[in-house]
């Protein structure tokens, strides 16, 4: 069973950045796509922010196209979300996983603290 392990949040001013790394137990060469999702506050559902394909495709949410960019090393079973230009807005637990999910997939989330 694939175990996700993400790192990497932290607390930053507005307009700063963060780079989000997420590595897996087992091999994710196997998961055509991998995504990154958020989830602002525990009530609210996850939402899928960014994914990419074994072939390097990614797509983005509107909110965060231009700033945030996802990348992926399946020989490391890692992949990672380069945030730009954070606002207050994305304060949230992050988490990746396949797309669709792989319920039994989640791991703990990194927290993700953007201040005004």
């Known amino acids: 069973q694939v175990q996700l392990v993400e790192s990497g949040g932290g607390l930053v001013q507005a307009g700063g950045s963060l780079r989000l790394s997420c590595t897996a137990s087992g091999s994710i060469s196997a998961i055509n796509v991998m995504g990154w999702y958020r989830q602002a506050a525990p009530e609210n559902e996850r939402e899928l922010v960014a994914r990419i394909d074994k072939g390097g495709d990614a797509d983005y949410e509107d909110s965060v196209k231009g700033r945030f960019t996802v990348s992926r090393d399946n020989a490391k079973n890692t992949i990672y979300l380069q945030m730009n230009s954070l606002q207050p807005e994305d304060t949230a637990v992050y988490y990746c996983?396949?797309?669709?999910?792989?319920?039994?997939?989640w791991g703990q989330g990194t927290q993700v603290t953007v201040s005004s």
């Open positions: 996983n396949g797309v669709p999910v792989r319920m039994n997939y």
